[in-house]
C-alpha cells in the first residue's frame, strides 16, 4: 500500500485496501476516554548508581533555576543515549547506551567533555545525514560576558562530535550578553530541514527564530517572520507543535514574569501573535510544558508548570484554549518546571510527570472515568518517583529496551537522577514508534513534527515526535503508546509533515516500529514491492541474529528471529 499525499481534512481510500471512516484523515477521537484494561502497577526505582550514570550537576553561574539535558540514540545502534551540561564546574557528560542497562561516559572520545555554563539542549539532526546532533544553549566560560558561546555539536557518524555553531551562525542568540535557556528543533517553514528556536531570559535579545537554509547554516528571522514581540519575552521554553491541524506547526513561547506568549504560523514563513485570543495566561510565571491529546478529541492540549497554580489548556479548535487544570487535578506542584506526558500504566490514558523545586516529584494518574470529565491523581510517592532534588529539567525514554517509559531528573545543584519504570500485570501492552524520512526530503529528519494516530476499534489515540523543549530539556524521539490489553492495533497512520500519509494495518503490539517515508507499509514487505514473497524471505533470513534498529526486525526487540519470521509468514502475499 503506497504512501498517498492528502490534506488532514480528507480521507483516504488506497488501492489495496479501503480504510474505514475510522482511520479517516482528521477524524476526531470518540471524546469519552474508556481505558482498554485495568491498569497495570507502575514501579519507578532509582537506578542512577547501577546504570552509571552518576554525576552532580555543578553550575558556576549565580542562576538558580538553570539544569537541562537531553536524550537521543547518538550513534544509531537502537539504544537511548543521555546528555548532561554539568553547568561549569566540571566537564559535560555524554553517557552512551551500552545496551544492557549500564551506560559509559563517552563525552571526551566524542569531543564534547567541555566546562562551560551550559544550560539545557535540544536533539535534532540538522543537516540531514542521518545522525543526531545536539544543540546546547551556554553562557559561556565561567566569569565570561562574551556573546557567541552556544554550542552546535554536529555528529560526525564516527562516535565524534564538532562544534560548528559560529560557522552555522548559531553561536549565539542575544546581541547584548551571554543568554540563553531553552532551545528546540521543529520545522516551521515544512521545506524538510529543521529550524531552531531558543529562549533568553536574561536580555530578552535572546529569544530567537533561525531558519534552516538547507547548506549546513542558519539565518535569524525573528524579525521578518514577524515574531519582533518575541523580544519583549523572559524566555524559558519554545516549542514547534502544530495545533490547528493545518500541519504548519504554531510557536509556544512559554516565559517568566506573565510574558508567554502563543504565535499562529500562517504557513507563509510569517507567524501572527494570538496570545490575547487564545486564551492562554499572562498573569502568570510559566516554566515548562509538555503537548499531548489528553481528551483523545483529536488536536492537541498543552500542559504548563508555574510557581503555585499549573496550566492545563484543553484545546476548543481555532487555537483557542480553556484552562482545565483545577478542575482536571492537575493545579498544583509547588515550583513546577519541567514536565512529560507520558502513558506510565500502560491503559491507553496519559498521564502527567513534573520536576520541581518543591523537594519533591509529582506524578498524575489519569484516571478519567468513562465519559466523564478529565480527571488525574497524584501518585509519585506511591509509585517510586521519590526523589527530592531540586530538578529543573525532566526527559521520558525507554532506556532499556522494555516497552515502559523511563524518567531521568535534571537537577539543579544535586546528583542527576535515573528513574527506571518496571511495569507489572497482565494487560500491559505498548507500541513505540520511530520515524525514518527515507528518501523523502521534504520530511523533517526523524520526522520532527509528524502526527500519529492509532485506530483501534472506535478510538483514535494520537501521538507525535516532538523537536522539544519542556523546560531546557528533551525526551526521545518517539511517540509510546499504551494498550492495555489490545494485542493487534487496527491501523497505524502517520501524517508526514509534508502531507503525506502512510498507513499500516493489523501491526502487532509490543514493539518499536519504525515507519519509513515512502516505503511499503505491508509488514514483512522489505523490499518495498508491494507484496511478501521469497525475496523479503531471503532479506531476512540474510539478516538473522542480534541487530540495532535495522528494518528486518518486524518486532522491535533488536534481533531478527523466530518472532520476525512469524510476522512475515501471516503477511505473505
Same mark, same amino acid.
Given at each position: 500500500?503506497?504512501?498517498?499525499?492528502?490534506?488532514?481534512?480528507?480521507?483516504?481510500?488506497?488501492?489495496?485496501?479501503?480504510?474505514?471512516?475510522?482511520?479517516?484523515?482528521?477524524?476526531?477521537?470518540?471524546?469519552?476516554?474508556?481505558?482498554?484494561?485495568?491498569?497495570?502497577?507502575?514501579?519507578?526505582?532509582?537506578?542512577?548508581?547501577?546504570?552509571?550514570?552518576?554525576?552532580?550537576?555543578?553550575?558556576?553561574?549565580?542562576?538558580?533555576? !538553570?539544569?537541562?539535558?537531553?536524550?537521543?540514540d547518538?550513534?544509531?545502534?537502537?539504544?537511548?543515549?543521555?546528555?548532561?551540561?554539568?553547568?561549569?564546574?566540571?566537564?559535560?557528560?555524554l553517557f552512551?547506551?551500552?545496551?544492557?542497562?549500564?551506560?559509559?561516559?563517552?563525552?571526551?572520545?566524542?569531543?564534547?567533555?567541555?566546562?562551560?555554563?551550559?544550560?539545557?539542549?535540544?536533539?535534532?539532526?540538522?543537516?540531514?545525514?542521518?545522525?543526531?546532533?545536539?544543540?546546547?544553549?551556554?553562557?559561556?566560560?565561567?566569569?565570561?560576558?562574551?556573546?557567541?558561546?552556544?554550542?552546535?555539536?554536529?555528529?560526525?557518524g564516527?562516535?565524534?562530535?564538532?562544534?560548528?555553531?559560529?560557522?552555522?551562525?548559531?553561536?549565539?542568540?542575544?546581541?547584548?550578553?551571554?543568554?540563553?535557556?531553552?532551545?528546540?528543533?521543529?520545522?516551521?517553514?515544512?521545506?524538510?530541514?529543521?529550524?531552531?528556536a531558543?529562549?533568553?531570559?536574561?536580555?530578552?535579545?535572546?529569544?530567537?527564530?533561525?531558519?534552516?537554509?538547507?547548506?549546513?547554516?542558519?539565518?535569524?528571522?525573528?524579525?521578518?517572520?514577524?515574531?519582533?514581540?518575541?523580544?519583549?519575552?523572559?524566555?524559558?521554553?519554545?516549542?514547534?507543535?502544530?495545533?490547528?491541524?493545518?500541519r504548519?506547526? /504554531?510557536?509556544?513561547?512559554?516565559?517568566?514574569?506573565g510574558?508567554?506568549?502563543?504565535?499562529?504560523?500562517?504557513?507563509?514563513?510569517?507567524?501572527?501573535?494570538?496570545?490575547?485570543?487564545?486564551?492562554?495566561?499572562?498573569?502568570?510565571?510559566?516554566?515548562?510544558?509538555?503537548?499531548?491529546?489528553?481528551? /483523545?478529541?483529536?488536536?492537541?492540549?498543552?500542559?504548563?508548570?508555574?510557581?503555585?497554580?499549573?496550566?492545563?489548556?484543553?484545546?476548543?479548535?481555532?487555537?483557542?484554549? !480553556?484552562?482545565?487544570?483545577?478542575?482536571?487535578?492537575?493545579?498544583?506542584?509547588?515550583?513546577?518546571?519541567?514536565?512529560?506526558?507520558?502513558?506510565?500504566?500502560?491503559?491507553? !490514558?496519559?498521564?502527567?510527570?513534573?520536576?520541581?523545586?518543591?523537594?519533591?516529584?509529582?506524578?498524575?494518574?489519569?484516571?478519567?472515568?468513562?465519559?466523564?470529565?478529565?480527571?488525574?491523581?497524584?501518585?509519585?510517592?506511591?509509585?517510586?518517583?521519590?526523589?527530592?532534588?531540586?530538578?529543573?529539567?525532566?526527559?521520558?525514554?525507554?532506556?532499556?529496551?522494555?516497552?515502559?517509559?523511563?524518567?531521568?531528573?535534571?537537577?539543579?545543584?544535586?546528583?542527576?537522577?535515573?528513574?527506571?519504570?518496571?511495569?507489572?500485570?497482565?494487560?500491559?501492552?505498548?507500541?513505540?514508534?520511530?520515524?525514518?524520512?527515507?528518501?523523502?526530503?521534504?520530511?523533517?529528519?526523524?520526522?520532527?513534527?509528524?502526527?500519529?494516530?492509532?485506530?483501534?476499534?472506535?478510538?483514535?489515540?494520537?501521538?507525535?515526535?516532538?523537536?522539544?523543549?519542556?523546560?531546557?530539556?528533551?525526551?526521545?524521539?518517539?511517540?509510546?503508546?499504551?494498550?492495555?490489553?489490545?494485542?493487534?492495533i487496527?491501523?497505524?497512520?502517520?501524517?508526514?509533515?509534508?502531507?503525506?500519509?502512510?498507513?499500516?494495518?493489523?501491526?502487532?503490539?509490543?514493539?518499536?516500529?519504525?515507519?519509513?517515508?515512502?516505503?511499503?507499509?505491508v509488514?514483512?514487505?522489505l523490499?518495498?514491492?508491494?507484496?511478501?514473497?521469497?525475496?523479503?524471505?531471503?532479506?531476512?533470513?540474510?539478516?538473522?541474529?542480534p541487530?540495532?534498529?535495522?528494518?528486518e526486525?518486524?518486532?522491535?526487540?533488536?534481533?531478527?528471529?523466530?518472532?520476525? !519470521?512469524?510476522?512475515?509468514?501471516?503477511?505473505?502475499?
Open positions: 500500500m503506497s504512501d498517498r499525499r492528502i490534506p488532514r481534512s480528507g480521507c483516504s481510500v488506497t488501492p489495496s485496501i479501503l480504510l474505514c471512516a475510522g482511520v479517516c484523515v482528521g477524524a476526531v477521537g470518540v471524546g469519552a476516554l474508556a481505558p482498554f484494561a485495568s491498569a497495570g502497577t507502575p514501579a519507578f526505582s532509582d537506578r542512577t548508581a547501577e546504570a552509571g550514570v552518576v554525576v552532580s550537576h555543578s553550575p558556576a553561574y549565580g542562576e538558580s533555576f !538553570l539544569a537541562g539535558g537531553a536524550v537521543g547518538f550513534n544509531n545502534d537502537g539504544f537511548i543515549d543521555i546528555y548532561f551540561p554539568v553547568g561549569g564546574n566540571a566537564p559535560d557528560r552512551i547506551n551500552n545496551g544492557d542497562g549500564t551506560f559509559t561516559n563517552r563525552a571526551a572520545e566524542w569531543n564534547i567533555a567541555v566546562s562551560h555554563r551550559g544550560t539545557g539542549a535540544a536533539v535534532g539532526d540538522f543537516n540531514g545525514d542521518g545522525w543526531l546532533d545536539l544543540f546546547v544553549t551556554s553562557l559561556g566560560p565561567a566569569g565570561s560576558s562574551q556573546i557567541g558561546q552556544h554550542r552546535l555539536y554536529r555528529n560526525n564516527n562516535n565524534t562530535f564538532t562544534n560548528v555553531a559560529s560557522a552555522a551562525g548559531v553561536n549565539f542568540s542575544s546581541h547584548i550578553a551571554p543568554d540563553g535557556w531553552g532551545g528546540a528543533w521543529g520545522d516551521y517553514d515544512l521545506d524538510g530541514d529543521l529550524d531552531l531558543v529562549a533568553g531570559w536574561q536580555t530578552n535579545d535572546g529569544n530567537r527564530l533561525f531558519r534552516n537554509d538547507g547548506d549546513g547554516t542558519f539565518t535569524d528571522v525573528t524579525v521578518s517572520a514577524g515574531l519582533s514581540n518575541v523580544l519583549n519575552v523572559n524566555g524559558f521554553a519554545p516549542r514547534f507543535a502544530d495545533m490547528d491541524g493545518d504548519y506547526p /504554531e510557536l509556544i513561547w512559554i516565559a517568566d514574569f510574558t508567554s506568549q502563543y504565535w499562529v504560523n500562517d504557513g507563509d514563513g510569517t507567524f501572527t501573535n494570538f496570545t490575547n485570543g487564545s486564551g492562554t495566561s499572562q498573569d502568570g510565571t510559566e516554566m515548562g510544558m509538555t503537548v499531548a491529546d489528553f481528551d /483523545e478529541d483529536g488536536d492537541f492540549d498543552f500542559y504548563v508548570t508555574t510557581i503555585s497554580s499549573n496550566n492545563l489548556y484543553m484545546n476548543q479548535g481555532g487555537n483557542v484554549y !480553556l484552562n482545565q487544570a483545577a478542575s482536571a487535578g492537575v493545579v498544583n506542584t509547588g515550583w513546577g518546571w519541567g514536565t512529560v506526558a507520558i502513558d506510565f500504566n500502560h491503559d491507553s !490514558l496519559i498521564d502527567l510527570v513534573a520536576t520541581t523545586q518543591s523537594n519533591r516529584q509529582y506524578a498524575f494518574l489519569n484516571n478519567t472515568p468513562v465519559g466523564g470529565a478529565l480527571h488525574f491523581n497524584e501518585v509519585a510517592l506511591s509509585i517510586g518517583l521519590n526523589t527530592n532534588v531540586s530538578g529543573r529539567g525532566i526527559a521520558n525514554l525507554d532506556y532499556d529496551g522494555d516497552g515502559d517509559q523511563d524518567v531521568v531528573f535534571f537537577p539543579r545543584s544535586g546528583p542527576f537522577k535515573l528513574f527506571r519504570n518496571d511495569l507489572s500485570g497482565a494487560d500491559t501492552n505498548w507500541i513505540r514508534i520511530t520515524l525514518d524520512r527515507g528518501d523523502v526530503t521534504t520530511i523533517a529528519p526523524n520526522g520532527i513534527g509528524s502526527v500519529v494516530r492509532l485506530t483501534i476499534g472506535d478510538r483514535t489515540l494520537m501521538g507525535r515526535v516532538d523537536g522539544g523543549s519542556n523546560y531546557l530539556s528533551q525526551s526521545e524521539l518517539a511517540a509510546h503508546f499504551g494498550l492495555g490489553a489490545v494485542e493487534t487496527d491501523a497505524v497512520t502517520v501524517e508526514w509533515t509534508n502531507g503525506d500519509v502512510t498507513t499500516l494495518i493489523d501491526v502487532p503490539a509490543n514493539q518499536t516500529l519504525v515507519v519509513t517515508a515512502g516505503a511499503a507499509t509488514p514483512g514487505d523490499d518495498g514491492d508491494g507484496s511478501v514473497n521469497p525475496a523479503d524471505l531471503a532479506i531476512l533470513l540474510a539478516a538473522w541474529g541487530c540495532g534498529a535495522c528494518p526486525d518486524l518486532d522491535g526487540d533488536r534481533t531478527v528471529g523466530p518472532a520476525d !519470521l512469524a510476522i512475515l509468514l501471516a503477511n505473505w502475499g
